[in-house]
């Protein structure tokens, strides 16, 4: 398969997500493997999970051993694109975080980015060798680059996901990496220890909102990068950037 052929079409293609037990990665998981491309799934809690065209593995993307065994099966299989979409929401005031909360943080969302990743280069530069082009598409969110009271810790988090998405997406430019940075508004799901489906995230983005612009994302063009794409449910307030 060349860049070329990669194109447009989600059929042979191989794809790993990190966070696929729930929320937006189990819907991206379920999308993609409805549309043909085959689904490494990681998560820690994986037990029962079954979706057609995917695989679930146990994962914690804080914990090197346990990233090396799934980016291990990862390159087994053939994986063209990883997906880092796993992340955990703390929203407190900065007089209560404590160091505890702060490690919890920020090793899921941002060392939880750079681990699996760093898995995956050497496989991603041995492809680009062979004419074959990569994805990483990266999960972070429109608090990215804003901030709010109760927001240290977690905006600070993504923040720091969105400057490594960058980073490697200069390091990545040698090596034919593509790299997207999908930035959702407020999404319902179990995010933050909420429950999906609650009365007042009605109107809200549907983890599949997300799913279909990580899906452009991997389906544009093989000459076309999409560098970011900011989503928000309309009832939310407008922001920028
Ligand atoms: N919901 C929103 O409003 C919103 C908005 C913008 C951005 N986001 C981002 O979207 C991403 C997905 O969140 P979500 O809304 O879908 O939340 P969610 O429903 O709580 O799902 C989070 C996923 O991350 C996984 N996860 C957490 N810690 C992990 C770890 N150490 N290792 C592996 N997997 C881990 C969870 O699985 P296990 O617990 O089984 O490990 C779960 O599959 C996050 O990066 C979040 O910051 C969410």
Redesign the pocket.
């Known amino acids: 398969m060349t860049e070329q052929t990669q194109a447009g079409s989600l059929r042979r293609r191989v794809v790993a997500v990190?966070?696929?037990?729930?929320?937006?990665?189990l819907a991206l998981a379920q999308r993609l493997a409805a549309q043909g491309a085959h689904v490494i799934g990681?998560?820690?809690?994986v037990d029962g999970l079954s979706v057609d065209g995917a695989e679930f593995l146990s994962?914690?993307?804080?914990d090197e051993p346990s990233v090396a065994a799934f980016a291990a099966r990862c390159v087994d299989a053939g994986v063209d694109a990883l997906v880092n979409?796993?992340?955990?929401?703390s929203f407190l005031p900065v007089q209560d975080i404590t160091p505890e909360e702060y490690r919890r943080v920020m090793d899921?969302?941002v060392l939880?980015t750079i681990l699996p990743t760093r898995a995956l280069i050497g496989h991603f530069q041995a492809r680009h060798a062979q004419g074959q082009g990569s994805q990483v598409v990266n999960?972070t969110?429109?608090v990215s680059a804003r901030t709010f009271a109760g927001g240290a810790l977690y905006t600070g988090s993504k923040f720091a996901q969105r400057a490594v998405t960058h980073a490697l997406a200069h390091e990545g430019h040698a090596y034919g990496l593509r790299v997207t940075e999908i930035r959702?508004?407020?999404?319902d799901?179990?995010?933050g220890g909420t429950a999906q489906g609650e009365a007042f995230k009605a109107q809200w983005l549907r983890?599949d909102d997300v799913a279909d612009a990580v899906l452009y994302a991997l389906t544009v063009p093989a000459h076309l990068r999409v560098d970011e794409i900011l989503l928000h449910p309309v009832v939310q307030e407008v922001s920028y950037p």
């Open positions: 990190t966070g696929a037990s729930k929320g937006i990665g990681g998560a820690r809690n994962l914690d993307v804080t979409n796993a992340g955990v929401g899921t969302n939880g999960v969110s429109d959702p508004g407020m999404v799901t179990f995010f983890p």
